[in-house]
């Protein structure tokens, strides 16, 4: 029987690369996040629309347009959404500096902790090429990713059939290939490189696919990971700190109930 408990709320919540429109898409994961969690404001790190894979070939499901539905509803009800165009879906970064309401499209933005530190945020592929990967490079490695996307959506969807939790294959690579390696270690000193130029306290991005938070010299990297994946947000609590929700481990469905009706409204349970 699923537990009824209301949305968890956050302070600000980011996520990326969810790649709708393909079939590696986890938007029954990221769904039922969205539904289970509520926020000030919600942080859209690019590649939400996968632009690329759909030129090729289209998967778009109910889930994906109800995971629209959803990020919409969230910003008439009063959520702040920022929507940060990445590679995948870059034609609507020419939408960037539109405001639709409580939506706003971005290059990149300064988020405000509630402890007063300052993070840069922004998609990440901007550092492709401080890390010797170019836009040829990043094509050619698409269409092998691709491949091993595939492979690891069979092993998830037999793995579901055997009761077993989700693993992720793509994840498991990137943590054993030495070249994967490298690229990821690179990256991080470049995004850490890049918060001391701009002179903030820490950076937030996303795009190679590997949720973390670290401290690299003085200043905070965060990657908030994707939903093909391994289904990671990074959220902020009340208090300004951060952490990493790994929502493919704490699936579970929230069942919405109305408001309380007390003397006094009561304040948002957060997730």
């Known amino acids: 029987m699923k537990t009824t408990q209301r949305p968890h709320h956050y302070r600000a919540i980011w996520i990326s690369d969810v790649h709708l429109g393909t079939r590696e898409c986890r938007a029954e994961f990221l769904l039922d996040f969205l539904q289970s969690t509520e926020c000030d404001q919600l942080y859209l790190v ?4 996968d632009l690329w894979n759909m030129k090729r070939q289209v998967h778009w499901p109910q889930s994906h347009s109800d995971v629209v539905r959803t990020i919409l509803r969230k910003a008439h009800a009063g959520t702040e959404v920022i929507y940060i165009p990445g590679n995948h879906d870059e034609a609507f970064r020419e ?3 539109f405001t639709f309401g409580n939506l706003r499209i971005a290059r990149e933005a300064i988020h405000l902790t509630a402890d007063n530190r300052r993070f840069l945020v922004l998609h990440g592929d901007e550092f492709d090429d401080a890390v010797k990967c170019g836009r040829l490079l990043s094509a050619i490695g698409n ?3 691709d491949l091993v996307l595939r492979l690891s959506h069979r092993v998830h969807s037999l793995r579901r ?5 989700y693993w992720s294959l793509v994840a498991f690579l990137k943590r054993n290939v030495n070249q994967a390696a490298k690229y990821i270690e690179q990256f991080d000193h470049a995004v850490a490189h890049e918060a001391a130029r701009r002179e903030v306290d820490g950076l937030i991005c996303g795009h190679i696919h590997r949720a973390q938070v670290m401290n690299v010299g003085e200043r905070v990297y965060c990657n908030d990971g994707d ?3 391994s289904c990671t947000a990074l959220v902020e609590h009340a208090d300004g700190a951060l952490e990493l929700v790994h929502w493919s481990d704490r699936q579970h469905s929230v069942i919405h109930l ?3 009706v007390t003397e006094e409204t009561p304040e948002p349970v957060a997730a």
């Not at 690019?46 to 629309?49: A, E, F, N, P, T």
């Open 46 to 49: 690019g590649d939400l629309i």
């Open 95 to 97: 939408f960037c500096g």
């Open 143 to 145: 269409v092998a990713y």
């Open 161 to 165: 059939r055997l009761g077993l939790p």
């Open 227 to 229: 939903w093909v994946e």
């Open 258 to 260: 109305p408001p309380l």
